[in-house]
């Protein structure tokens, strides 16, 4: 009998494991590629770093050499506005650095670690099915020879990213109907990218209807993708290779920089990844990273909130187990306090896809200080204090302003 089944060794669930075994806790981790696997995600925040120092895993993140993210650099498309947010200069921002990740190396240190706290991790298996009962829980999965096992625990905590395999199998997905998006993504050799202090800025460019990102994973590496509404990739009536493609010969800035590079892999999709459940904590089942439901990559925000959500249903499930009780006010406020944080982003990304909040976000204004307090949250801090929580307000206050009665010179639309 395990204390926890946990579905998925992604970063939400290699934390939630770490963090039960640190607890002392007996925890199996069910994974179904065999890692090292290629993932998206690989622009990290700042306030990862508690995150790491938590879970003992920091030395291990420090030493792998990973590419520094100091800033972010948002350019419209026609590149006639630009900005730079250096995490160094927020004033509520603690954390002046973050890094830039190969998934497939980030996850596998994550989950290396996991085992090395005592965490049982099975990869190449693919949990099939899951049962809740009276006093425990019960999953089947499948083994890469084709064999099938059911295991028993005390807890299922779902890890399984996008797949949402426990709230999909019981209806409890929704998709932002207004938000329905399509990615297209792969990695290059050789793009040009800036070096000095900017060397490993993550580069977004918010073209009229899409954006590009260009992450430097290495000095030679980067990747590149392409996030547009699903109803624009439709009515293009192209494949994704032929919308990739025709999007970076459009944006001036992405066609300089590849002008030399070469792709280095076949380009992957992604879609309808924004999503709700409609519970992330239930009687034996707790709900953590993608799984507890996701928006839009735009801020950077996946990887991080999947571990700070991993981290806490560990130590929530810690504390169910010792009253031995299936559903505690602990995982009710746990499910609170997630959507809590991904609400911080969502009003981020909704007022980002809008002129208004664009005209602002392109034309800071210094008076007041506000960039600082869109600096911490874009740096990851989401337990804002007064200080920069009264200067958000402030901020979204001027976006719906803006609308209105202008604040910010307008300026028209990006003409790409
Ligand atoms: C286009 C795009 C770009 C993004 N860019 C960023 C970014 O720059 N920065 C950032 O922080 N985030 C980004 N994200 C978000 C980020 O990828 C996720 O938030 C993050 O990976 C979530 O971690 P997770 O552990 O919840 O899920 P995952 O990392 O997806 O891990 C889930 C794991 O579960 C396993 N699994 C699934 N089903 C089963 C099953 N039935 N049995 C066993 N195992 C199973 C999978 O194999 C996988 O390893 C991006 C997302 C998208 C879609």
Redesign the pocket.
């Known amino acids: 009998m395990w204390d926890a089944i946990i ?7 290699s934390s939630t494991a770490i963090k039960m075994s640190q607890l002392g806790r007996k925890v199996l981790v ?4 065999k890692f090292p ?1 290629f ?7 700042p306030y990862n770093r508690t995150i790491f120092d938590e879970l003992g895993v920091w030395s291990k993140i420090q030493s792998a050499g990973f590419m520094v993210k100091r800033g972010a650099q948002f350019w419209l498309g026609d590149g006639t506005k630009r900005v730079r947010v250096t995490f160094a200069q927020g004033i509520f921002t603690e954390f002046p650095e973050a890094f830039q990740v190969e998934r497939s190396r980030f ?1 596998q240190i994550l989950l290396d670690h996991a085992s090395e706290c005592g965490a049982e991790v099975r990869e190449e ?3 099939l099915t899951h049962e809740v009962l009276n006093d425990r829980t019960r999953v089947k ?1 499948r083994r890469a020879d084709g064999t099938e096992e059911t295991v028993e625990g005390k807890f299922i905590v779902d ?5 949402n ?1 426990t709230a999909n199998a019981g209806g409890q997905r929704s998709y932002y109907e207004e938000h329905k998006k399509v ?1 297209i ?1 792969g990695h290059f050799d050789n793009a040009l990218m800036p070096d000095g202090d900017q060397l490993g800025d993550i580069l977004i460019i918010r073209r009229r209807n899409s954006w590009c ?1 260009m ?1 430097p994973l290495s000095a030679t590496k980067t990747s590149v ?1 392409l ?1 547009l509404d699903r109803t624009d990739f439709q009515a293009m009536k192209l494949t994704p290779e032929e919308a990739f493609a025709q999007a970076m010969e459009n944006t001036p800035e992405m066609k300089r920089r590849l002008a030399t590079a070469t792709k280095t892999m076949p380009l992957h999709v ?1 879609r309808d ?1 924004s999503y709700r459940n409609a519970t992330l904590a239930a009687p034996r089942i707790m709900r ?4 507890a439901g ?1 928006i839009d ?1 735009i801020f ?7 571990m700070q959500s991993g981290r806490d249903a560990a130590c929530v499930i810690h504390e169910a187990l010792a009253k031995d009780q299936p559903m505690t006010s602990a995982m009710k406020r746990y499910e609170k306090n997630v959507r809590r944080r991904i609400g911080i982003y969502w009003e981020f990304i909704e007022n980002y896809y809008t002129h208004a909040f664009t005209e602002l976000f392109f034309q800071p204004q210094p008076g007041l200080n506000l960039p600082s307090s869109v600096n911490a949250v874009l740096a990851g801090r989401t337990e804002l204090p007064w200080g920069a929580w009264w200067r958000l307000r402030i901020f979204f206050l001027l976006v719906w302003l803006q609308r209105r009665h202008p604040i910010a010179r307008p300026f028209a639309q990006s003409s790409i």
């Not at 993932?39 to 925040?45: D, Q, R």
């Open positions: 579905i998925g060794g992604g970063p939400a669930g069910l994974e179904k590629e696997r993932h998206v995600g690989e622009s990290l925040l996850d298996s693919t949990v999965y890890a399984s990213g996008l797949s395999m990615a993504y990102w992450i993708g996030v992604a990844f953590v990273g993608d799984s996701f990559p950077s925000s996946g990887v991080f909130l999947a």
